[in-house]
C-alpha cells in the first residue's frame, strides 16, 4: 500500500549539557529579551538548583505548582504575572511546575523557557490540564509550548529512585501511546521507539547505580556517579524524544484513562502512568500488531508486554492503583466518565465493560498477561 501520512513538526530550541544549565538559562533570557522573568519552581528544587539559578534576575518567584494544576491556582498564578508585568515564564522542576507554566501562558501568551528535571516529557508539548471540580480538562495550544527547553542531568541528581522510575514510565506511556493515538504516523512511530529504547536504558542505569552499596573509605564514587548520570542523560533524552512523539501523534486510550485517575480521584500522576500502562498495552496490541513489533524491539525482547513487564520488574514500578488510593467502589464511576473520551483510533473497540475490567485489574496489581477481556482481539 502506498505510505501516505500528514505530519506537524513543532519548532522549539533544545540546548542539552550536563551542568550548563546556568549557562544555557542566562543565554536564553539575553536572547529573548526578557526583562522581568517569572520563576516557577518548589522551593526544594530551587535548592537543588541553585547554581544553575546563581545570579539570575528574578523578578517574581512561584513555588505553588501542586499536581494537576486547579483553576483557581492557577488564576492566583496569572494575576501576580500580570501584577508584575511578567514578560518571561522559566520553569525548573517536573510535570507540575512545568503544568503551571503553560497554565499562565495558556491565558497570558508568555514565553516559556522549561528547565526539566524529571522524565515525563511535559517540556517538549503543547498540551496543557487544568482541573476544576474534580474534572481535569486538557487541550492543545500553541502558546503553552516552551521556546526553549533546557536539558541537564546533573539538576536532576536529587530526584528520587521512585519518582525518577514513575516519571520515565510516564514518558514510556507518551511512546507507546503515540503508536496508536489519533496523528499516529511512520515519523511518530521512530521517535517513539527510539525514545523507548533510550528511557529504559536509562532508567536500569539509574536503578542499577542506586541499589549499589556505597563504597568503603578511599573511593570517590565516581564509576557509580558516571554510571547515574549517564542513566540521567540517557533518561533525558528519551523523554524529549517521547514527548515530541506524543506531541504530534495526540492523545490515546492510556493518557485519556490516566487523566480521569489524576484529575477526579487525586492520584498521583507520574506512579498512576507508570502503573497503567501495561494494562493498556496488554489491550491493545493483540490488535496492533506492527506497533507491537515495534514496542518488542524497542526493548531487545521477542514480546511487548515481556519487555515493558520485564523492564518493570527490573525496576521494581509501582504495582497496583490500591496502594495509591483508588478504591473498588470507584471503577464503575471511571469506566463511564473515560469511556466518551476513548479516541476512535484505538486499535481495538473499547466498552465499558473493557474499562472496568482494565481498572479493576490495575487497581488490584492482577499481572496483566492474566486479564481475560470480554472480547477477545
Not at 185 to 213: F, K, Q
Not at 268 to 288: E, G, M, R, S
Request: with cysteine; net charge negative.
Amino acid at each position: 500500500m502506498p505510505l501516505v501520512f500528514s505530519h506537524d513538526t513543532l519548532a522549539q530550541r533544545v540546548l542539552f549539557g550536563a551542568g550548563l544549565a546556568g549557562t544555557h538559562l542566562r543565554d536564553e533570557i539575553s536572547r529573548l529579551g526578557a526583562r522581568r522573568v517569572m520563576l516557577v519552581c518548589t522551593a526544594g528544587q530551587a535548592e537543588r538548583s541553585g547554581a544553575a539559578l546563581h545570579g539570575l534576575d528574578i523578578a517574581l518567584r512561584w513555588e505553588d505548582a501542586p499536581q494537576h494544576v486547579p483553576v483557581e491556582r492557577a488564576e492566583a498564578a496569572r494575576a501576580a504575572a500580570a501584577a508584575n508585568d511578567i514578560d518571561l515564564i522559566v520553569a525548573v522542576g517536573g510535570g507540575s511546575t512545568i503544568g503551571m507554566a503553560k497554565a499562565v501562558a495558556l491565558t497570558t501568551g508568555l514565553p516559556i523557557v522549561a528547565v526539566p528535571t524529571t522524565f515525563a516529557g511535559s517540556e517538549a508539548t503543547p498540551v496543557w490540564g487544568l482541573t476544576e471540580h474534580s474534572r481535569k480538562q486538557t487541550g492543545v495550544d500553541a502558546r503553552v509550548l516552551p521556546v526553549s527547553v533546557i536539558y541537564d542531568a546533573a539538576l536532576a541528581e536529587g530526584l528520587s529512585r521512585e519518582l525518577a522510575v514513575a516519571s520515565g514510565l510516564n514518558g514510556i506511556a507518551h511512546c507507546i501511546d503515540s503508536l496508536w493515538a489519533p496523528r499516529a504516523d511512520p515519523i511518530n512511530a521512530t521517535l517513539a521507539a527510539e525514545g523507548i529504547t533510550a528511557l529504559a536504558r536509562g532508567l536500569r542505569l539509574i536503578g542499577g547505580s542506586a541499589t549499589r552499596p556505597e563504597p568503603d573509605g578511599g573511593g570517590d564514587g565516581d564509576p557509580d556517579d558516571r554510571t547515574a548520570l549517564a542513566g540521567r542523560e540517557a533518561a533525558q533524552y528519551g523523554a524529549y524524544l517521547s514527548a515530541v512523539a506524543f506531541a504530534s501523534a495526540g492523545s490515546g486510550l492510556h493518557h485519556k484513562i490516566c487523566h480521569v485517575l489524576g484529575g477526579t480521584y487525586g492520584l498521583p500522576h507520574a506512579a498512576t502512568h507508570a502503573i497503567v500502562l501495561p494494562y493498556v498495552t496488554a489491550f491493545n496490541v493483540p490488535a496492533a500488531p506492527e506497533a507491537g513489533r515495534r514496542i518488542a524491539r524497542a526493548f531487545g525482547s521477542d514480546d511487548a508486554l515481556a519487555g515493558l513487564n520485564r523492564l518493570r520488574a527490573d525496576l521494581d514500578a509501582p504495582r497496583a492503583l490500591a496502594d495509591l488510593g483508588f478504591e473498588e467502589s470507584q471503577i464503575e464511576e471511571a469506566a463511564t466518565i473515560i469511556l466518551p473520551a476513548v479516541p476512535e483510533s484505538n486499535p481495538r473497540p473499547v466498552g465499558l465493560t473493557d474499562l472496568v475490567t482494565l481498572l479493576r485489574a490495575a487497581r488490584a496489581g492482577t499481572p496483566p498477561e492474566n486479564v481475560r477481556w470480554e472480547n477477545v482481539a
